[in-house]
């Protein structure tokens, strides 16, 4: 069974940055597109940003575009999340997960692995 984890959340200031991590174990997620999702309180987890397999291919939610980027070390087993601009609506937790498939997907429901998710906070 694998297991994700995620780290490098915090408090910052509106227009600061973050920069999250998710570290897999107990398998590889190579052959898997990963992606990161986010809940704030009494919402619906969202969907912010997913990359392919192999690195090549990467997809946005609008309200992060351009200002957030993911990345993956497939040596190292991580995805990261780099938060630039952060704004007070982007407070949530922020949750890593590994798709079924190797092209990404913006519905939940189509990953199997989540991690335990990080608290970004951002404060105006």
């Known amino acids: 069974q694998g297991q994700l984890v995620e780290s490098g959340g915090g408090l910052v200031q509106a227009g600061g940055s973050l920069r999250l991590s998710c570290a897999a174990s107990g398998r590889t997620f190579s052959n898997n597109a990963m992606g990161w999702f986010r809940q704030a309180p009494g919402k619906e987890r969202e969907f912010v940003a997913f990359?392919?397999?192999?690195?090549?291919?990467?997809y946005y939610a609008d309200s992060v575009k351009g200002r957030f980027t993911m990345s993956r070390d497939n040596a190292k087993n991580t995805v990261s999340l780099q938060m630039n601009s952060l704004k007070p609506e982007d407070t949530a937790v922020y949750y890593c997960a590994a798709d079924r498939s190797r092209w990404g997907h913006i519905d939940p429901n189509e990953y199997g692995y989540w991690g335990q998710g990080t608290q970004v906070t951002v404060s105006s």
């Open positions: 990359i392919s397999w192999s690195g090549a291919g990467t």
